[in-house]
C-alpha cells in the first residue's frame, strides 16, 4: 500500500508540473509507472504535445476513449482521478 500512495503522489506532481508547461519533467516523472492513471496522464501529455496517435496508444493502456472535453477539463478530471478513491488516493490507503 504505502508504495502505491508514494506513486500516486509522485503522479500527482507529474500533473502539476504538466500544469505548469514542465512538460519534459511531468513526462519524465509519468513514463516510470504503469496504471490506469500513469497511463492517462501520459495520454494526455501526448495529446497536449500534439502527438495524437501516441495518445490515442496510452488511452488505450488506460482502457479508455480520447478524451473529449478541453484541456483544462482533462486536468481537472485527471486530479480527481488521482486524488480520489474509496481508500484515498489511486485507491490506496495512505500509510500510518
Request: aromatic fraction near 12%.
Amino acid at each position: 500500500m504505502e508504495q502505491g500512495y508514494a506513486m500516486a503522489k509522485l503522479l500527482i506532481e507529474a500533473l502539476d508540473k504538466a500544469e505548469a508547461g514542465e512538460w519534459d519533467a511531468a513526462h519524465d516523472i509519468v513514463q516510470q509507472y504503469d496504471g490506469r492513471g500513469a497511463a492517462w496522464l501520459h495520454a494526455y501529455l501526448h495529446k497536449v504535445e500534439g502527438d495524437d496517435s501516441n495518445a490515442r496508444y496510452w488511452y488505450r493502456k488506460a482502457d479508455m476513449q480520447p478524451f473529449e472535453g478541453d484541456r483544462y477539463e482533462e486536468l481537472y478530471a485527471l486530479r480527481q482521478e488521482l486524488t480520489s478513491g474509496t481508500e484515498g488516493m489511486m485507491g490506496q490507503k495512505p500509510a500510518t
